[in-house]
């Protein structure tokens, strides 16, 4: 079976100029790695119209997986979701786990004082309308969930346009999924290291990849004022579980001894 794989890339600021598009780049560089090179990148404005016939003839080329960027939140232009739902013929309708995940979101948004209140305003809640027959993905980052939908031999990921959201939802809730295509293997652990700043962690996590082909290493944010130690999610992929395993836990103990030299520093 041929495999094709495209990304659609959504967002006025994209076109503007205003925002560089770095999601392309990295989520081009991921699939690769997945034995997914990707085909086409396309970059389109927010209308609901052109978001509903990006994804259509993307299905009319046989495409294997379609990766989506952007328009997920609770503003007025977010409006991927309605583009999907459009696509398919289908409706938006409140699911109740993306609720929950959206709920959830904003009780621990309150707890650490980020927001004043963990009310589902109708800008909240509507992040949690998605097509009928689609499944909400989890956000361990932001507040919006992302989208899985089958549409013929189609897999539609929707994914936030924020890069952290997007990085940690695609490598959580995506790529163990779509590795199945080529017969590899991916394993993920979230790890807590021994340092409070990211700006240092950054060029340690650099020297433990140091170009390592199936490796991925990223600190996951928390707010700037926390006083919490970093968590690091480590991503492995590779031919057998076996390896993938093994490179796993080598590149834990790796991390995890340089950083408690570097906190005794």
Known sequence: MTLRVELLIIGNEILSGHTLDTNSQWLAQRLFELALPVNQIQVIEDKVDLIAIAIQESQLRDTTVLVTSGGLGPTF????????????????????????????????????????????????????????????????VGSAPGIEFHFGQTQIYCLPGVPEELYAMFMAAV????????????????????????????????????NKTGIYIKSLPRPYQSRKPLRVAITVTAKTKRRAKSQLEQVSKNLLKITQSHRQT
Do not use: C
């Open 175 to 210: 790529a163990p999924k779509i590795a199945s295509l080529t017969n590899t293997v991916v394993l993920q652990e979230i790890i807590q290291v021994p340092i409070l700043d990211e700006s240092k962690l950054a060029p340690i996590i650099d020297s433990v990849m140091n």
């Open 77 to 140: 232009d977010d409006i991927t979701a309605e583009g999907l739902a459009q696509a398919i013929g289908s409706t938006l309708e409140l699911h109740p786990l993306a609720l929950e995940m959206v709920a959830n979101r904003y009780k621990t948004l309150k707890s650490q004082n980020i927001v004043e209140t963990e009310e589902i305003t109708p800008a909240r809640k509507k992040m949690a309308l998605l097509p009928k027959g689609a499944t909400p993905l989890p956000n361990s």
